[in-house]
C-alpha cells in the first residue's frame, strides 16, 4: 500500500458508487477529489485514503478530520470551506448556518454569495463534506452525494 505521505494521483470504482473517486495528492496532502465516470489509467489504486473511503461509503463512521489537506482557493473561500470541515459527522447543516459558522453575515447577500460559490466549487469534496449542507449548491455530484448521506443517516 502507498503510504498518505506520497503525491500523486490514485482512483478506485466503488461497487456504492456510479462514479470512481479520483484523490490527488501533493507532499502528502490532499489537493483535490473528483468523481469520474470511470478510473483513469494513469492512477494508481491502491491507498489508504481510498479505502478508508471504502470504508465509509459502506457505513463506516469516518469524518476524515486528520487527513491533510492543501486547499488552493481564495482566503475567503478557505474560511468557508474551513467551517464546512468543522460540520459533525452524521450532522447537516443549512447554507445560512454555514454562513454563520463561517464567522459571515447570513443576512448579507455578499456573504451567502462567498459562501454558495465556495461550496459550488469545492475542491475537495468528501473531506469538505458539502453533502452535509441542506439546499446545495455542491461540488460532489448528486448520486455520490446521495450515498454520503445515506452512509452517514441523513436523508
Do not use: K
Amino acid at each position: 500500500m502507498v503510504s498518505m505521505g506520497t503525491s500523486g494521483v490514485f482512483a478506485r470504482a466503488y461497487d456504492e458508487l456510479d462514479a470512481a473517486v479520483e484523490v490527488g495528492f501533493a507532499g502528502g496532502r490532499v489537493i483535490a477529489i473528483s468523481f469520474p465516470a470511470t478510473v483513469p489509467t494513469d492512477a494508481g489504486g491502491d491507498h489508504a485514503l481510498l479505502d478508508r473511503i471504502g470504508d465509509a461509503l459502506a457505513g463506516e463512521r469516518d469524518g476524515f478530520a486528520d487527513v491533510p489537506v492543501a486547499l488552493t482557493v481564495p482566503t475567503d473561500r478557505r474560511g468557508v470551506l474551513e467551517a464546512l470541515r468543522n460540520v459533525p459527522y452524521g450532522e447537516e447543516t443549512s447554507v445560512s448556518r454555514l454562513t454563520r459558522l463561517a464567522g459571515l453575515d447570513d443576512n448579507d447577500p455578499d456573504d451567502l454569495e462567498l459562501v454558495t460559490a465556495a461550496l459550488h466549487a469545492n475542491p475537495i469534496p468528501v473531506l469538505f463534506p458539502d453533502h452535509r449542507v441542506q439546499g446545495g449548491p455542491y461540488a460532489t455530484p448528486e448520486g455520490v452525494r446521495g450515498r454520503l448521506r445515506s452512509a452517514e443517516g441523513l436523508r
